[in-house]
């Protein structure tokens, strides 16, 4: 698995590191896919470690690094950021079938789907924790210090990949997570289909119930916006409150008036993020 090719598709100098995009097959999803590297000026020189950033529904490997406006910071950190995509691509991958951007192509939901068809392809944890990471720490200038975080669903991701690998992540944050997936309209349709209608399967891929036998207390940075336009009914911050309070899980939740679901919400505050992470990442 660790022998894929990575193909270099583009490279643009940036605050005096690399942005730069790879092609590569993957066996896990059994399809070709792309992702994005912000590599610091410091990976020239030596190994560094990696922010995972999982974005959210209809986002590719690219949103994040137009918008979020990281790599500054990251260079000055030493940290790089990898930003696979949200789900597996291709004509043989089949979609939504009525064509929703709330599943399918753009909505992996970061988990491994156990029904058919979904289950041939739909593999994002197995990929985004075991896969993708071999590729890298074998090819690119990375090391093995790894932090996740994301945005939405890839908010949720993060979450679950965190809880459910103890040991795996330094650090761990959000933006406007899906906190409770099996009680959001979203989560309930993928989850439906992906792992099929029998809810204690669900439960396995759900950050609050999670959190309650998770192996380690890995600390929780959340940042949310009052104004998100999907807050009450998919996102549920609140109930990731009250999951950790119940077991005592460390959880920095900080509710921001006024912002919304955009990345100018990410902008305003990925700083905090970044360093959240690389003092974690580059403790000795
Ligand atoms: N297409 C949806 C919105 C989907 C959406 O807001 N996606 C978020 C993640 S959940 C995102 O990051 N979109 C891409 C972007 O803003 O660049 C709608 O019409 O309401």
Known sequence: MTTAVLEEVAASRCFGGWQRRYR????????????????PPQAESGRVPALYW??????????????AGAQHLAAELGVA????????????VPGD?????DFGHGAGFYLDATQQPWAENYRMHDYV???????????????SRRAISGHSMGGHGALVC????????????????????IDSPWGQKAFARYLGEGRSAWKEWDACELI??????????????EADGFLLAQLQPEKLRQACAAVGHPLRLRVHPAYDHSYYFIAS???DHLRHHAAALLAP
Not at 54 to 67: A, P, R, V, Y
């Open 97 to 101: 079938p009525e064509g929703a951007w």
């Open 129 to 143: 924790v075991r896969e993708l990471p071999a590729l890298i720490e074998a090819q690119l200038p990375i090391d």
């Open 81 to 92: 950021i990898v930003a696979p995509d949200t789900s597996p691509r291709g004509a043989h």
């Open 54 to 67: 999982l974005s959210g529904l209809t986002c590719s490997d690219e949103n994040f690094m137009h918008k």
């Open 269 to 271: 505050f990925i700083d």
């Open 212 to 225: 309650a036998s998770a192996g380690e207390r890995l600390p929780l940075l959340v940042d949310q916006g």
């Open 162 to 181: 965190a809880l459910r690998n103890p040991g795996r992540y330094r650090a761990v944050s959000a933006f406007a997570p899906i906190s409770h997936a």
């Open 24 to 39: 590569h097959s993957s066996a896990t999803l059994r399809c070709a896919m792309v992702f994005s590297v912000y590599l």
